[in-house]
Each structure stands twice: as C-alpha cells, then as structure tokens.
C-alpha cells in the first residue's frame, strides 16, 4: 500500500533534451516541490496529481484533491491526541541539585583530594 499526497501543479518544466524527464512545481497545502510529471504527459497547469514519492501517479478532480485533504487533516488532529492507555512518563529525578557531586562520586579536584584525605 502507499500514501498519495494531492497536490495541484502550478507550473511545468518540460525536459531540455529527448532524454530528459518531465517535471514540474506542484503544491502542497502552501509547499511547493519539484515533481516527476513523466507518468501523467496530459496534465496542465491548474490539474491536481496524487503524488507519491516524488512521481505524479493520477490526477484527479479538485473535489477529490479537498476530500483526500480533510482525510489528512483528520489522521493528524488524531495523533496529536493522547492515547488514555499511555502512562505518563515518571518525573525525572535530579539527583545532583545543591551538591557538587554526581551520583556520589566527586566531580572537582578539591572533592578528589577531601574524599581521599577521608579515607587516610
């Protein structure tokens, strides 16, 4: 299965040589990308692709373009929701506040030379 992104050409590149690719500048929600139009030689100006991967695959009507859209939209507002089955991350404790040392062990000279001298 893959994802198609609708997007609407807002300009074509036509190829430089035989060899060369057609290509042009689709939009995406207010993005612009360069996109392989090779797959789809009848698309003009104004048309909307489904685009995978950076390939024109379809192209399909403005309707079709906005419905995907508010699809997309509904699959983002989902995954900016918290799953009620999640437990929340511990609070993190900082075992080195107020103190020069971390997690016992000395971290300056002075501390090296203190705990050393304690041990005499």
């Known amino acids: 299965m893959c994802l198609g992104i609708p ?3 807002l300009e074509i590149i036509e ?3 035989n060899d060369g690719m057609r290509m ?3 939009e995406f929600g207010g993005i612009s990308k360069d996109i392989c139009l090779a797959y789809l030689p009848d698309v003009v100006v104004g048309d909307y692709v489904l685009v995978h991967v950076g390939f024109a695959i ?3 009507d403005e309707e079709e373009a906005a419905e995907i859209f508010s699809y997309i939209e509904q699959i983002g ?5 918290s799953d009620p089955f999640d437990d ?3 609070p993190q404790r900082d075992d080195t506040a107020g103190d020069d040392t971390a ?4 971290t300056s000279e002075s501390s090296v ?3 050393t001298e304690q041990q005499s």
């Open 103 to 106: 997690g016992g062990k000395p």
């Open 24 to 26: 042009g500048k689709v």
């Open 77 to 81: 507002e989902l995954s900016d929701m």
């Open 88 to 90: 929340p991350a511990p």
């Open 113 to 115: 030379e203190e705990s």
């Open 15 to 17: 190829p430089q040589h």
């Open 58 to 60: 379809s192209q399909i």
């Open 7 to 9: 997007g609407k050409v």
